[in-house]
């Protein structure tokens, strides 16, 4: 029965099929591509289960959104490490999820007029904090652009969070999980 399941599980893999993920709120579909059979089918699993290509889901990053063009989307990815409430926490990893579909629209539609959209992502964590510090690995991006996070509050309002840019990183404090947006200002 193992070997059935790996030799499907490669099959799918060699060809680059779309297979529809879990639903959160918009269509998903991953997309497994040859880099997918590391030799892990669980690795590809879970990437799937949260609607990522393998190399998102194991660099813990946001490469896609659904109704933004790729060449419209600032990559993104977490590694380890944070500052919850003014204490390191080295080990500590938040987790890199693409958005739900309406928050992606409701991103957009508050960017009109502050710049440009580049990014909507769902930042998770198990850890209780008031404030965490966390750093995004955004390659391109240069020390003094001119970018903000918005973190989406209760009542649809969308906050800006306290934003450093440096070379291809991004420090950001957030108040507590959930979606941001990521805005080019004019």
Known sequence: MKK????????????????????TGSPVAVYLEESSDIG??????MAVEEGKTIGEYMNNAVLDIWDMTKDEVQP???????????????????????PDLKRVYEAKAFSQGKGSLLSVVKVETH???GTARIRFYAPGIKAGQAVTFYQRAAGDNWLACPTMVADDNITVDITENGHFALIGVK
Do not use: Y
């Not at 030799?7 to 639903?23: H, I, Q, R, W, Y």
């Open 4 to 23: 059935i399941m790996i030799l499907t599980l490669a099959g799918v893999m060699s060809f680059s099929t779309p297979v529809l993920a879990k639903e």
């Open 127 to 129: 850890a209780e904090f």
């Open 40 to 45: 892990d089918p669980s690795a590809t699993a």
């Open 76 to 98: 993104l990815a977490i590694g380890q490490g944070a500052v919850l409430d003014g204490m390191e926490s080295p080990g500590l990893t938040f987790n890199l999820l693409k």
